[in-house]
């Protein structure tokens, strides 16, 4: 680990890392739109030289059960913690919100099952896509985009990265910009879980609900301020303060809002492999260092507070 950080952090860097340990709870695999599978990706995260991490994939835990079996196959002579999550999206005031679940287990009774429900929503939507697309002159299929993304859930992402692949744009944000955000011409809305549903379903499943990037809304901050309100008193857990487009002092005004509303700290890189490449585990952009002290905090809730199910 400390060949590790020699090679690749400055002085001042390597003695922060050296007494601090490090997590990243918010990470993708192929299971959706990331592009590691399950397993690289906790190798990735130990190599990084991070303590533990959290897989939360969109609106499925199918990477899960891999990601826990390639821990045991991790070196031990350092401990490392695997956290499994999920990543919901959820419909609040005409906006997608994000909602991360973490800590959870997946044996709890009707999580899989709702998770099933929102696939075929999904998998609706993401046809009359293909239809738009077809319509544009674009050859594109369901099997030909999955054979091309594998499997999984498939999102706007994995769109994207097929229209790259086949020569149609040249960067995946162009993908966006042109063709699949709202109101492009290959957008199709889909029905969301609502704020309620998906937090009472984590909670089912014995985890923590945590709202993810409250500042990628571009919500102004009297709006931010009353959605953390309203899914406080729908009972939302925590708040992702640390995030890899944090800028200046976004950490601390963050931070503010999550103890106005006794919230947890949480803090992930989003990272997606090569569909983000500028976005490395555990690091965001370079100087994302998130403290394990934030998991610790979480454990002691989970024991404090326990959800019915768990």
Known sequence: ?????????????????????????????????????????????????????????HDTAEGLAEAMAAVKTLDDSRSFEFIPGIELSVSYMDRELHIVGLYLDTDSPGFLTALNALQQNRDARNEKMIRN??????????????????????????????????????????????????????????????????????????????????????????????????????????????????????LQRMKKLADKYHLLYSGGSDFHGANKPQIKIGRGRGKLFIPYDIVAAHKAALKNNPAPDR
Request: aromatic residues 8%; proline residues 3%.
């Open 1 to 57: 680990m400390i060949n590790y950080l020699y090679r690749r952090l400055t002085p001042i860097k390597l003695f922060e890392v050296i007494i601090m340990q490090t997590v990243d709870l918010h990470t993708h695999s192929n299971k959706s739109d990331g592009t590691l599978s399950p397993a690289q990706l906790v190798h990735a995260a130990y190599d990084a030289g991070l303590d533990a991490v959290a897989l939360t994939d």
């Open 133 to 250: 697309m077809n319509q544009a002159g674009i050859d594109i299929t369901m099997d030909k985009l999955r054979q091309d993304q594998g499997g999984g859930v498939l999102t706007r992402a994995n769109f994207a990265s097929y229209l790259l692949h086949t020569g149609v744009i040249a960067s995946i944000q162009e993908g966006f910009d042109k063709y699949l955000d709202r109101e492009k011409p290959f957008y199709v809305s889909r029905e969301y879980m609502n704020p309620a549903s998906a937090i009472d379903l984590i909670h089912r499943a014995g985890g923590l609900s945590i709202l993810a990037h409250p500042l990628m809304y571009h919500l102004l901050e009297k709006e931010l301020d009353t959605a953390v309100s309203t899914l406080c008193s729908l009972g939302l857990d925590g708040l992702e303060t640390w995030y890899s487009s944090n800028l200046g002092n976004d």
